[in-house]
């Protein structure tokens, strides 16, 4: 089973987690793709009190971006979260498959050709990129965007 790792702020927001974060998950599995939610794989919630958490919780990041096969990162904000922006960085220099999804309307960039800042799509095609980048959670599992396409190739 591919395993994605779930680069996502929803964890730090009770509401977000319960009402946003569920819909996006499900939408991944629904593809048999075994998702790596940092929040529930890390336990954050209350760590604040133990000492050298933050650390901790940073690394075991870091080591599940580099495990995982793919990121999907929810690039919502202006500018994003910059906990997502650091795990995207990390996916795009290991060179692992980028999926991005932003289903808020507001522009954060100069370039006239996309939405976000142009180094997010650095790891993207640069012909259709369109296809690796999902503006609803329904969009997630089409058969002609990129990430069902990777999703049902056998080969990582």
Not at 20 to 44: D, K, Y
Not at 45 to 67: C, F, I, M
Not at 99 to 116: A, K, M, V
Request: aromatic share 12%.
């Amino acid at each position: 089973m591919k395993k994605v790792y779930l680069a996502n702020p929803y964890g730090f927001s009770k509401q977000a987690k319960e009402s946003l974060l569920p819909a996006i998950v499900r939408q991944l599995e629904s593809l048999g793709l075994e998702v790596w939610e940092p929040f529930a794989r890390n336990n954050q919630e209350g760590l604040t009190d133990t000492p050298g958490w933050a650390y901790r919780v940073g690394q075991k990041d870091v080591s599940d971006v580099r495990e995982s096969d793919a990121i999907f990162a929810v690039v919502n904000g202006t500018p994003p979260d910059e906990g997502v922006m650091v795990e995207l960085g990390i996916a795009i220099a290991l060179g692992k498959p980028t999926f991005l999804f932003r289903d808020d309307f507001r522009r954060c960039t100069d370039s006239e050709d996309y939405p976000l800042n142009l180094m997010l799509f650095a790891g993207l095609p640069a012909e259709g990129w369109k296809a690796y980048y999902y503006q609803s959670v329904e969009e997630i599992t089409e058969p002609s965007k990129a990430l069902a396409r990777w999703a049902a190739d056998p080969y990582p």
